[in-house]
């Protein structure tokens, strides 16, 4: 989801048909895998994103294969509340009015 807001594209614009399953469907690695590649494609292409974002999504690529990745699962919901939200917050805010103690 950060990347279809960042990008402003939705990943079943960014799927390929090697990322789809054996009877040419998306299944449960597909959008995992087009996120992989996208991710590789933008920085090859010299597109670097900011500390909070590529943090923030490389968290949530490692929460895929957890097994109690689930928004349901409340203590997961506040382990991500606290480890992805702060830091893109902070990154705004600074982008938006400067750094802390910046006069």
């Known amino acids: ?10 990943i079943e614009d960014v799927r390929k048909p090697e990322d789809l399953g054996p009877n040419n469907q998306p299944n449960e690695m597909s959008d995992f895998q087009a996120v992989l590649r996208w991710l590789r494609e933008r920085e090859d292409a010299g ?6 974002f590529h943090s923030a999504t490389g968290y949530c ?3 895929f294969v957890g097994p109690s990745a689930s928004l349901k699962n409340e203590y997961f919901s506040k382990t991500v509340e ?22």
């Open 1 to 10: 989801m950060l990347l279809e807001i960042f990008f402003g594209l939705p």
């Open 47 to 52: 597109e670097v994103s900011s500390f909070a």
């Open 61 to 63: 690529l490692k929460c």
């Open 82 to 103: 606290a480890q992805i939200l702060p830091p893109l917050e902070e990154e705004m805010t600074s982008l938006l009015y400067g750094r802390r103690g910046d006069a």
